[in-house]
């Protein structure tokens, strides 16, 4: 079975802190994906990367980062979080020409 | 922004089928019409996809119309597992931005004893 596996489940940051949400994916994907899930807003994407080193911005990337430097991980980072990106974080993989893209179990984070 | 339209919230009755709407009207004739779910607390999963045809596979059915403006994923015999957010998505099957997932805010589907 394919396997998006998120760093962590549930995360506490204070303000200003600098914070890593890591993912790893086992099936050599190409295309690696960070969601961010809030209440009546749905998923939204934040950046995407189609191949290593390679990133592009989603709907809503201002104050996140992203690195891909191995294939098979892709790092969503905040640089200074606060309050506002309280959220619940969702990892993705998918070949380029694939059908299906598979979900890590989510990382839910809380800025204090 | 999401290229589909779904009613936010349905019930079914269990062992019932649920029939689950989509508007696309705006599909190009290159885009596929994908179905996810997401079961509380959980990443979402794929379901099924099609481009014209009506599809089958073990979890669901999915009935476009010959317009391909809309389509009904069809869930036979709900049980209470199924109860979940069904998203309909519309997306080319390749890569690049336009082949990436969008999702709108999805249809609640739940299933009653």
């Known amino acids: 079975d394919v396997k998006v596996t998120q760093s962590s489940r549930y995360l506490v940051k204070r303000t200003g802190e600098k914070v890593f949400l890591e993912c790893v994916q086992d099936?050599?994907?190409?295309?690696m994906f960070w969601y961010r899930q809030d209440p009546g807003l749905g998923l939204r994407l934040i950046y995407f990367s189609y191949d290593v080193k390679m990133k592009e911005k989603g709907d809503i990337p201002e104050g996140y980062s992203v690195s891909r430097e191995k294939k098979e991980r892709f790092s969503l980072i905040l640089e200074s979080a606060s309050t506002n990106q309280t959220s619940m974080y969702l990892c993705?993989?998918?070949?380029?020409?694939?059908?299906?893209?598979?979900f890590g179990q989510g990382t839910r984070l809380t800025v204090v | 922004d999401a290229k589909t339209t779904q009613p936010p919230s349905m019930d079914c009755a269990e062992g019932r089928a649920a029939n689950l709407p989509c508007n696309h009207s705006?599909?190009?004739?290159?885009?596929?019409v994908y179905w996810y779910r997401q079961i509380h607390s959980q990443g979402p999963q794929y379901i099924i996809h099609?481009?014209?045809n009506n599809e089958t596979n073990e979890m669901a059915s999915l009935i476009i119309t010959e317009d391909r403006k809309s389509s009904t994923l069809i869930l036979p015999h709900a049980t209470l597992r199924d109860t979940a957010v069904y998203y309909c998505i519309v997306r080319v099957p390749y890569g690049g931005s336009q082949g990436n997932l969008i999702f709108g805010k999805g249809t609640k589907l739940s299933v009653k004893p």
């Open positions: 099936m050599d994907h190409e295309n």
């Open positions: 099609g481009l014209k």
């Open positions: 993705a993989s998918r070949r380029t020409t694939g059908v299906e893209a598979f």
């Open positions: 705006t599909i190009s004739g290159n885009e596929y």
